[in-house]
């Protein structure tokens, strides 16, 4: 039950009753109160969280790395994570390093460390929601797309027109209208152009050509090719639409699971979330349905939990559920997020 974005920024919608953030363990205690107007998950031992608007970054005890400074922050990734700062024109001081001035409305884009340290800033920039592989994507004052390392250094210089991060030793990266794949030193992968592309998952991309799109492998070979859409490819499967119905299918693009579903998850630990008749529930990699469809709300298992909501409408009818769908942490919570690192991010009302 986590915002779709990456990058957090403080526009969340507040409920109407009262309510707070903190994180639960595995057992459903509090570990760190719910004193934050919203969070996300930890990440490297950090999660984001949004006081007053701000946001700041706390460890997996509850104490402060940063205390919230910023208008938006991205995950930690690699021991890095994005922010942005919108300053007016005084200089402005803050985790022990001074911000120069920028006029009104601009913004300071930068990288911290997990020690909270800004190891890059500068002005009129944007880049991606987190690095991978070593690089992450920045598009420029003149808004060319090139990739930087974890110090702000070019490692590929900005020559196109938009970029995806890199996956699997390869990137997607615009020019004009035409999209290709590049490799770490820039060269173009194979000669295939795309009209869209996304990152490699599991070894595959989804791209769009001619009208038709499909996955291609990392030599560029078109392995799914037709007018389908797809989801994302999670444990050697992915999901489809026809008709308006989802299914799955697998990595040779053989129906696994016949389209049924009016919503398809991806697979994680074996089991994927799906929606039929308004509700959701888990089903198998062979379509078995392992958990019924009773859920106003799901999301898929991680570390063998999975974060529902409860049909009705008492205010705290979120919790957590196993496998065999038996309640773990029974629903006690307004919202929760799925665990990572041991922890959640549950939303209580006061």
Same mark, same amino acid.
């Given at each position: 039950?986590?915002?779709?974005?990456?990058?957090?920024?403080?526009?969340?919608?507040?409920?109407?009753?009262?309510?707070?953030?903190?994180? !639960?363990?595995?057992?459903?205690?509090?570990?760190?109160?719910?004193?934050?107007?919203?969070?996300?998950?930890?990440?490297?031992? *950090?999660?984001?969280?949004?006081?007053?608007?701000?946001?700041? *970054?706390?460890?997996?005890?509850?104490?402060?790395?940063?205390?919230?400074?910023?208008?938006?922050?991205?995950?930690?990734?690699?021991?890095?994570?994005?922010?942005?700062? =919108?300053?007016?024109?005084?200089?402005?001081?803050?985790?022990?390093?001074?911000?120069?001035?920028?006029?009104?409305?601009?913004?300071?884009?930068?990288? =911290?460390?997990?020690?909270?340290? =800004?190891?890059?800033?500068?002005?009129?920039?944007?880049?991606?929601?987190?690095?991978?592989?070593?690089?992450?994507?920045?598009?420029?004052?003149?808004?060319?797309?090139?990739? !930087?390392?974890? *110090?702000?250094?070019?490692?590929? +210089?900005?020559?196109?027109?938009?970029?995806?991060?890199?996956?699997?030793?390869?990137?997607?990266?615009?020019?004009?209208?035409?999209?290709?794949?590049?490799?770490?030193?820039?060269?173009?992968?194979?000669?295939?152009?795309?009209?869209?592309?996304?990152?490699?998952?599991?070894?595959? #991309?989804?791209?769009?050509?001619?009208?038709?799109?499909?996955? =291609?492998?990392?030599?560029?070979?078109?392995?799914?090719?037709?007018?389908?859409?797809?989801?994302?490819?999670?444990?050697?499967?992915?999901?489809?639409?026809?008709?308006?119905?989802?299914?799955?299918?697998?990595?040779?693009?053989?129906?696994?699971?016949?389209?049924?579903?009016?919503?398809?998850?991806?697979?994680?630990?074996?089991?994927?979330?799906?929606? !039929?008749?308004?509700?959701?529930?888990?089903?198998?990699?062979?379509?078995?349905?392992?958990?019924?469809?009773?859920?106003?709300?799901?999301? +898929?298992?991680?570390?063998?939990?999975?974060?529902?909501?409860?049909?009705?409408?008492?205010?705290?009818?979120?919790?957590? !559920?196993?496998?065999?769908?038996?309640?773990?942490?029974?629903?006690?919570?307004?919202?929760?997020?799925?665990?990572?690192?041991?922890?959640? #991010?549950?939303?209580?009302?006061?």
């Amino acid at each position: 039950m986590n915002n779709p974005s990456n990058i957090h920024g403080s526009d969340k919608m507040l409920p109407t009753v009262k309510t707070k953030w903190g994180f !639960i363990d595995r057992k459903g205690n509090i570990v760190i109160e719910p004193v934050f107007d919203y969070t996300y998950p930890f990440s490297e031992g *950090f999660a984001g969280v949004l006081m007053n608007g701000q946001w700041g *970054f706390v460890r997996s005890d509850g104490t402060w790395l940063l205390y919230p400074a910023f208008d938006e922050i991205c995950d930690f990734s690699e021991g890095m994570a994005r922010f942005r700062l =919108i300053m007016d024109e005084k200089k402005v001081s803050y985790a022990g390093h001074t911000v120069e001035p920028v006029f009104y409305r601009d913004a300071m884009t930068g990288i =911290i460390d997990a020690t909270g340290k =800004i190891v890059f800033q500068t002005s009129g920039i944007d880049m991606g929601y987190r690095f991978s592989e070593g690089v992450n994507w920045l598009r420029d004052q003149q808004r060319k797309y090139g990739f !930087i390392d974890h *110090f702000g250094h070019y490692v590929i +210089k900005p020559d196109f027109d938009d970029a995806k991060l890199f996956s699997d030793g390869l990137a997607g990266v615009r020019i004009d209208s035409e999209w290709k794949y590049i490799d770490r030193a820039g060269t173009q992968a194979f000669q295939l152009i795309f009209e869209q592309v996304t990152p490699f998952q599991d070894g595959l #991309a989804w791209v769009r050509l001619r009208a038709k799109s499909g996955y =291609i492998d990392k030599t560029g070979n078109m392995i799914i090719y037709s007018r389908l859409y797809y989801g994302d490819f999670s444990e050697g499967k992915c999901s489809f639409e026809r008709n308006g119905q989802w299914g799955y299918m697998d990595r040779s693009g053989r129906e696994i699971v016949a389209p049924q579903y009016a919503y398809a998850g991806s697979f994680s630990e074996g089991m994927a979330c799906v929606k !039929i008749n308004g509700l959701y529930g888990f089903i198998d990699a062979n379509g078995n349905r392992i958990i019924p469809p009773v859920y106003a709300y799901a999301e +898929k298992f991680s570390s063998g939990l999975a974060p529902v909501l409860t049909v009705g409408d008492k205010p705290d009818r979120a919790g957590y !559920i196993n496998t065999g769908g038996e309640w773990v942490v029974p629903p006690s919570f307004s919202w929760v997020q799925r665990f990572t690192e041991d922890l959640a #991010a549950v939303e209580v009302a006061l």
